[in-house]
């Protein structure tokens, strides 16, 4: 069992930054791969970006030199530093984590509760 707990969301005026936070807890052996989604209002969910445990990251082209994902591997923790932040970036942004449960070693995917952003323009 991995329990994900979100924070950070909010509302933040256009041109503006917030930072998302999201800690993995539970049973693991390893958290391969950390990434954010994003989902808006009558849309589907859409990859934001991700990260492995070794560092490599990859990014959707709409948020790549506004947004930094990274993450602390001590603390199971994975950031989104999003600035210049625009109106169609408004969504509920949901943590997702990939890796191997203990004991039984079997992978496993977990998404968290979701987090809403709000941009205005």
């Known amino acids: 069992q991995v329990q994900l707990v979100e924070s950070g969301g909010g509302l933040v005026q256009a041109g503006g930054s917030l930072r998302l936070s999201c800690a993995a807890s539970g049973s693991f052996f390893g958290l391969n791969v950390m990434g954010w989604y994003r989902q808006a209002p009558g849309k589907q969910r859409e990859l934001v970006a991700t990260?492995?445990?070794?560092?490599?990251?990859n990014y959707a082209d709409s948020v790549k030199g506004r947004f930094t994902i990274s993450r602390d591997n001590a603390k199971n923790t994975v950031y989104l530093q999003m600035n210049r932040l625009k109106p169609e970036d408004t969504a509920v942004y949901y943590c997702?984590?990939?890796?191997?449960?203990?004991?039984?070693?079997?992978?496993?995917?977990?998404w968290g509760q979701g987090t809403q952003v709000t941009v205005s323009s």
């Open positions: 990260i492995t445990s070794g560092g490599t990251t």
């Open positions: 997702n984590v990939r890796g191997t449960l203990l004991p039984t070693y079997a992978s496993f995917g977990s």
